[in-house]
């Protein structure tokens, strides 16, 4: 009976003391608040809140290492064929290289949108010929040594349109134009015996494109963008071709600055003809890409329904 009182007497004062620890314990602190905090619901988020997605514009810059696969064929308008070069292993062009790579984005409203691309790669090489080059107006006999040289530039303007515009998705078609500018020589090297003389070889290529395009939106973080381009037509002496494709992941640092890595690919089938020359060039590349982008302007309303 004792223990039993003693008992009684312990439990009346433990249990306010417990009341009073229980009711001093904040709420926001409280289990299911810890849990709300610790852990992002990603579909409760609001989309176009996030700092780095659909903003009226976004530039971009980094670099690219493409892998190059280039063949090359010069001759003249008065009959005389060149021979059919293969720069990487005719002429001593390494396959790898890098370059600068830069983009900018106007999202026009909240279907509408305008991309401008540019893209720049200066090679060279210099090798002893192997077999018998006939390039422009000369003949490039076996053992001369001889300095060559691939210098491009790309520029790209593309208009994209959305037939689905989602917070977290969008994917439509795309319209626009690269522009080659090529120019492409080869000469003898100074040291040789026999005369010095070179030729060269420069275009400018429009070739129009369509495609389509989609941007996902991951996580609050992580954004996915791909691309694919394709179009083969004749405007006045070009006879050309274009296959491209992007697949890039955005991770956004801070803000409105996001790093990006993704894979490009390019390939282009151009016959021209100048003055006295008439060109064959058929070059294809791929590779990764790093780069930044900053997001600026309002957010661009997107609706779920």
Known sequence: MKKLFYFLILSSFCLPIQAQITAEIPVQHS????????????????????PWHARRFKVTAGAFFPVNNTQIQVGTNNGKHGTEIDLEDDLGFSKSSSSFMGTFDWRISRRSRLGFEYFALDRSSSKTLQKEIDFGEHTYEINTR????????????AYGYAFLSKPKYEAGLLIGAHVLFADLGMRVEANQAIAEYRDSFNFTAPLPDVGIWGEFVLTKRFGLYVNANYLALKIDNIDGRIISYNLALSYNVYQNLSLTAGYTGL??????????????????YNGPTISAAYTFGNHVKLYKH
Do not use: C, H, M
């Not at 990603?42 to 989309?47: G, M, N």
């Open 31 to 50: 289990l299911p608040s810890l849990q709300e905090t610790s852990s992002e619901d990603f579909q409760d988020y609001d989309v176009n809140e996030l």
């Open 267 to 284: 390939n282009f089938k151009v016959d021209t003809e100048r003055d006295r020359l008439n060109g064959y060039l058929k070059w294809g």
């Open 146 to 157: 001889v300095s060559a040289f691939f210098d491009v530039q790309i520029a790209r303007i």
